[in-house]
């Protein structure tokens, strides 16, 4: 982009200025149009190899529970019920 001002030099004249515009943004190569882009092949997700059968119930937490962790839990609750009741 190019625009002119007056030269002080010599009166009468003006001097070419070259600005680049503040909304010029550099956005890479130009984009061929007549290219086509094709997806990519991919594989679908085989759900039935971690899940057989629709029916099948699956299991997402453990039966294992400690026994020394509950008692303990359920004493310092305890405690802390009779302490606020007190």
Request: net charge negative; proline share 2%.
């Amino acid at each position: 982009m190019v625009y002119y001002v007056d030269d002080i030099v010599n009166k009468g004249w003006s001097v070419a200025m070259h600005l680049k515009p503040r909304d010029l943004y550099d956005m890479g190569e130009e984009v061929v149009e007549d290219e086509v882009y094709e997806n990519e092949p991919y594989q679908e997700q085989e759900l039935e190899q971690f899940f057989g059968d629709g029916d099948e119930y699956v299991q997402l937490a453990t039966d294992h529970i400690i026994d020394d962790v509950v008692e303990t839990i359920v004493a310092t609750n305890l405690a802390a019920d009779t302490y606020m009741c007190e």
